[in-house]
Structures are given as C-alpha cells and as structure tokens.
C-alpha cells in the first residue's frame, strides 16, 4: 500500500538548551573525575531518557541531599537550589558542583539585590517547581510571595506597595506572564522589574518558533516530559497558536496514531531537555508510516554555550 503524504514541519530552535548540555556535560565530567557514584539532587534535567543514561555510567539521583552520603561529590540540578542546599554541603564538608543554569543563578542573584535594596520580592512561578522553590529560597523562608496569575495578585498581600520588585521562572509562558506582569504594574506602579527578562532566551526562542508553525499544522508533537515546565509551555502556545491537537510525547512509543488519522500534516518540537535522538525517533516514525516532506520552520539560530565550572576543566 502507498503512504499518504504528510508535510513534517520541524521548529527551529527545538531541543537542548545552553543550559541542560552545560549540565549534563557537567554530570558527565564528574564522573570522569571522581568515578562512580557521583549523587545528583533532583533530575539534573527533566528527561528520563538523559537521567536513565547517567544513571547506567554511575550516576545516583535523589530529591534531598540528606539522602547522599559525605564522602562521594554530589551535584546540583539545573533547575537551581535553595540557599540552604549549599550552606548543607559545606557544613558537611561535602564536593558540591552546581549545574544551576547561568541563567537561573542570574535571577538568583537579582532576587539577593532586590532584598539588599530593602525591596519586598514577588516571584511568578509554578507553585512547587523546583526552580521556583530554588529561586524563593534564596531569601528566608515567608520573604518571597509567590504569584502563578493575574487572579493571585489581586489577592497578594504586600508589606509596602513602594518597596516591591518582582522575578520569575525562567521556562514560563511569555504571554501568560505578559499578562500577570501587566496586573502588577497596574496595582503596584512602583514595583522594579528585572532589567531584563527573566525568562531565558531557550525559551523564549522556542515558543516563537512554535507560534509559526502551530497555523500550518494539523497537528503538533512537542518532544519532552510531563515535568518539564518549558516543555508544556510549547503545547499550549501550539493549541493557542491555532494548532487544534498539540501532544506532549516522551518518545515515539507515546504517540496515538489513531488520533492523527488523516492529517496531511504534523509539527514537531521539543523542550529545551528533550535530546535530539528522541526528536529522530518521532520523526523516523512519521518516516515509516508516511510520505514525509520535511520544511523547516526557523524563527532564530542559537550560539549560546556556558562553560562547565573550573573545578571540572582540572583534572583530579
Ligand atoms: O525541562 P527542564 O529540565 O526544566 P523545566 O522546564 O521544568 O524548568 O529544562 C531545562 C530548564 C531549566 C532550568
Ligand atoms: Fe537555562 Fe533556559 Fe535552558 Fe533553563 S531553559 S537551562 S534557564 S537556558
């Protein structure tokens, strides 16, 4: 039987991130330095497909550093940690390497200024994510209010409406928080935002690519994980883009063929943790069932890299 003809439209920029290859690279490198096991708190990025491989060559995950012994190097995720994690390890006299992404520890270090200015901080974010969690707790517990849409600051008790500023997440939706931005200033016009923005160029660029493509689409596959925020963000942006089916899916195995009869045609991305061998596994998939035609859709070209920390580029 011949295959039905299907345009394939690939979002550019789609995949890794400065960010995840900087930590998974630094993964990598500390279990060339210190041997197996190296611990790593939380998923050093939230894709089972990259932690199931460090994990084969020696790597141990846990949610807590409580659960790492003091004498083997534990490295810390991405996503950020609460100032408390690092004050832990060294009181522990632990080796501690931080795979925070530079961009994290950007807003990190903002939110440290802010509150040295005297200044009250409100954090946009997903209530229990870790990179939320991370950023609230680089001030004492209580001191950062947490807001997650336009509802929740109309409610939001401040100390000072003059002495506020605000962060956010840096994976998070740039329209929904246009919008709880624009809530703040008209309820707060004294609160400092960031100089820049705090949601990161990875993502920013990702959701661009995929508000042009989504129209053209019957379709859409975004490759990535249920706990991976800035991949989430990409299938809502495709639905609200106008792309009437937008699916998260970890792997080719994930995708319902049944609920993609008959479309002519499908775009695929994926979250800044997704690895490139996952997107070639969905598009094979597309191969073998259909007559593909691929077309690009690039909205941007990337050339972000950040160093892996001087620690690792010494050798033991
Ligand atoms: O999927 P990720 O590991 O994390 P979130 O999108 O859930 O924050 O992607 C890397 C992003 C960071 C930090
Ligand atoms: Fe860094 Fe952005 Fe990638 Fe997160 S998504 S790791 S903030 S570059």
């Not at 795979?99 to 939110?111: D, F, G, N, R």
């Not at 063929?257 to 994926?270: E, Y």
């Given at each position: 039987m011949s295959k039905s003809p299907l345009t394939l439209y690939l979002a550019a920029p789609r995949g890794f991130c400065a960010g995840v290859d900087r930590a998974i690279k630094i993964v990598e490198m500390a279990l060339e330095k210190w041997g197996a096991p190296v611990y790593v708190r939380h998923e050093i990025v939230h894709n089972k497909f990259?932690?199931?491989?460090?994990?084969?060559?020696?790597a141990v995950f846990v949610e807590e550093l409580s659960e790492c012994p003091d004498d083997r190097p534990v490295i810390f995720s991405a996503h950020g940690v609460p100032k408390s994690v690092p004050n832990a390890a060294q009181a522990r006299n632990m080796v501690y390497v931080d795979?925070?992404?530079?961009?994290?520890?950007?807003?990190?270090?903002?939110?440290q200024r802010h509150a040295?200015?005297?200044?009250?901080?409100?954090?946009?974010?997903?209530?229990?994510h870790p990179e939320t969690v991370g950023t609230m707790g680089q001030l004492p517990d209580g001191e950062v209010l947490l807001v997650e849409t336009p509802q929740d600051v109309?409610?939001?008790?401040?100390?000072?409406?003059?002495?506020?500023?605000?962060?956010?997440?840096?994976?998070?939706?740039?329209?929904?928080?246009?919008?709880?931005?624009?809530?703040?200033n008209a309820r707060f016009p004294?609160?400092?935002?960031?100089?820049?923005?705090?949601?990161?160029?990875?993502?920013?660029?990702?959701?661009?690519?995929?508000?042009?493509?989504?129209?053209?689409?019957?379709?859409?596959?975004?490759?990535?994980?249920?706990?991976?925020?800035?991949s989430k963000r990409l299938v809502e942006v495709g639905s609200r883009a106008g792309c009437s089916y937008a699916q998260l899916v970890q792997r080719a195995d994930d995708i319902d063929?049944?609920?993609?009869?008959?479309?002519?045609?499908?775009?695929?991305?994926?979250g800044a943790s997704a690895p490139e061998v996952l997107i070639n596994e969905v598009i094979d998939a597309f191969k073998s069932r259909y007559d593909v035609t691929e077309e690009l859709v690039e909205t941007a070209i990337e050339n972000v890299e950040f160093k892996v920390p001087r620690v690792l580029r010494v050798p033991a």
């Open positions: 990259v932690v199931d491989g460090l994990r084969e060559k020696g795979a925070t992404c530079p961009l994290v520890s950007k807003v990190h270090i903002e939110a040295d200015a005297g200044l009250q901080m409100i954090m946009i974010g997903h209530e229990g109309a409610t939001v008790t401040v100390r000072d409406p003059q002495k506020l500023a605000y962060v956010t997440q840096t994976t998070l939706s740039i329209d929904d928080t246009a919008d709880i931005v624009a809530a703040l004294a609160i400092v935002g960031p100089h820049k923005e705090d949601i990161c160029y990875a993502t920013t660029n990702r959701q661009e690519a995929v508000k042009a493509m989504a129209p053209k689409c019957d379709a859409m596959l975004v490759v990535g994980a249920p706990n991976s925020s800035n063929w049944r609920a993609l009869d008959g479309i002519k045609s499908i775009g695929i991305t994926a």
